[in-house]
């Protein structure tokens, strides 16, 4: 059996120069997320990192079409991701690499661009969060507790201008009674998409243990049922060979 290959995307603004979040994220939050995710998920995973100032963001096609799950995480940033990123992103989700979306990744242009909505939500800055688990059968939810209690996080509320999740698995409610979609599952060609909402960059969400599982959960379910070995010729692809579940 082959490792999984995950890349965890972060523009990697706020949390490189905001000291309030670089004293929670020292290393930024593609750093937690990777170690998390290593954490519980040990030889079974070879995870790298890759950030907005890199050349092509970090997102070559080299890098693409070796990754099985992208991570993606940003804020400030999403108009700056460049469209030829965008656009080779979304090919390699259609083509059946998943992509997990995390928290204002919403707003995100390829996020928008697959789900082909505004993606626009109802928000306040700080509250408690309960995530409640509405479908205890799904593989994302194994292992997690019902509910998850995330003691500061930024309310995220309804209307949430998606389209209909082909899965839900997660929604929240704040103290203030609003409530959120916010764990959301699409398919896409081949590609498996999971939306989760909380991971605001001011509290430590992604160190919580509950957090990491469900991560963790969503890289195994996003992992694609096939795998194509990529040959990077004079600018060009071709595949070499189709690798059932991930088994040579």
Not at 67 to 81: E, R, S
Not at 151 to 172: A, H, K, N, R, T
Not at 193 to 213: A, D, M, T
């Amino acid at each position: 059996m082959t490792a999984l290959r995950v890349t965890v995307w972060n523009e990697y603004v706020q949390d490189a120069t905001d000291p309030a979040i670089v004293a929670v994220y020292p290393r930024g939050i593609h750093a937690a997320i990777s170690e998390g995710l290593s954490e519980l998920l040990g030889d079974d995973i070879d995870v790298r990192h890759a950030t907005m100032g890199e050349p092509e963001h970090g997102l070559s096609r080299e890098t693409l079409s070796t990754t099985d799950v992208l991570f993606w995480w940003g804020h400030l940033a999403h108009d700056d991701v460049a469209d030829a990123v965008v656009d080779a992103v979304q090919q390699r989700v259609l083509d059946g690499m998943g992509l997990i979306v995390l928290h204002s990744a919403a707003g995100s242009k390829i996020f928008r661009r697959l789900m082909g909505t505004s993606c626009r939500l109802d928000w306040r800055h700080g509250d408690r969060e309960l995530l409640w688990t509405v479908n205890p059968t799904h593989p994302i939810a194994e292992g997690v507790p019902h509910p998850v209690i995330i003691p500061e996080q930024e309310m995220y509320g309804e209307f949430f201008d998606i389209p209909v999740p082909d899965q839900l698995v997660f929604i929240s409610s704040f103290s203030g009674g609003e409530v959120f979609r916010s764990g959301c599952c699409f398919l896409r060609g081949k590609g498996r998409i999971f939306y989760f909402s909380p991971g605001h960059e001011e509290y430590p969400v992604y160190l919580q243990p509950e957090v990491k599982r469900i991560l963790a959960n969503a890289a195994r379910w996003a992992t694609p049922t096939w795998r194509s070995d990529i040959v990077i010729d004079d600018g060009a692809h071709r595949d070499t060979g189709w690798f059932e579940n991930g088994e040579r």
